[in-house]
């Protein structure tokens, strides 16, 4: 049913489209030509003009065939991380490489070459089905922009799947929510010889907040970082600048926002106790802290519709398909928070996000026949 070498063809000719985020026009025409000829309609929404990309997510909607289902929604997105440059895909032994030094781009273009040949099964084979609707994103991997600038009014479907994790026959039903912080610590300069007592140390005072805070991994859903600090001028020079990033991760909420509270509770704390007399005045370093949601959580119920729809179409196919917890951010996070109930199918991709990246044919293959099987059933 599935070709595997017209899938293979496929993937090789959307890795060799170099795609970063942002500068996603030429695949983003092929992918609007390529999905015309399977007979969609395609539009492209206005997110250019709000993320200053290239292009806007591109939306293509297959109407049902003789199934009066609720629509299905199908979530991939199509820039890849960088070092991206000219891929050039090579197979050895099975398996998608990338030849040169950039990544392979299997992330996310395994997932969009599956869904373009479980669309071609499906038409093929004449499989009556509901209305599909597919989203190809733009700008996934800096900050899940494209999702988020999606025009949702386009889509009607309440229920769908990000094809866009790592591995064969898993799923990820619970991705955690993120806060990103960035701090700026104003403190006092003086002269670190001559007169210290005049300075109050950004640096010192960062040291301690970030002492006392609770970092790394909080418990078994919740984690926390620093990732970036930057300050100071010279080693005679009491700094008074420092400039901080980090994160805070949760599946729950509840506990996101307690620990970022507590980060930021840290430096209070820390510029309190450096806050000293100098010259007769009391001079406190100045905390300037901004929290920026980056991603909400999601978390689909085990006996949600579209995960009994997943389990279904495994069971009829005799895959073994496994629950994952996801560990970051990914546009289905967005998805889930638009109120369209999503979860993430494995795609074959391995290694993602470095020069090793693979996919084999033989697991795109695999779940390409998941999804005709799920666009069957629906
Ligand atoms: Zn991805």
Known sequence: MIKQQRLADEFSRLAAITSPPLKESAIARYLAERLQRLGGEVCIDNAAAATGGETGNLVATFPGTGKETEPLLFSVHMDTVEPGGQVEPVLRDGVFYSAGDTVLGADDK???????????????????????????????????????????????????????????????????????????????????????????????????????????????????????????????????????????????????QVQTEHMLACFEEAADSMAREIDGKMVRPVVSAEVKPDFPSMAVAEDAPVVNLARSAAAALGHDLKVRLGGGGSDANIFNAHGIEMIILATGMERVHTHDESVAVADMVHSTELLVEIIRQA
């Open 110 to 256: 395994a997932g969009i070459a599956e869904l373009i040949e479980a669309l071609e099964v499906v038409r093929e084979q004449e499989i009556p089905h509901g209305p599909i609707e597919v989203v190809v994103a733009i700008a996934e991997e800096i900050g899940l922009i494209g999702a988020k600038n999606l025009d949702y009014h386009m889509l009607k479907a309440r229920k769908g799947f990000a094809l866009d994790t790592k591995g064969t026959d898993q799923m990820v039903l619970k991705a955690p929510g993120a806060n990103r912080l960035r701090v700026e610590i104003t403190g006092l300069a003086a002269h670190a010889g001559l007169s210290p007592e005049l300075g109050i140390s950004a640096i010192q005072t960062a040291a301690l907040a970030i002492g006392r805070m609770r970092l790394g991994r909080i418990d078994h859903e919740t984690t926390s970082n620093i990732g970036r600090i930057e300050g100071g001028v010279a080693s005679n020079i009491v700094p008074q600048k420092v400039f901080l990033e980090g994160e805070a991760r949760s599946h729950d909420p509840q506990k996101l």
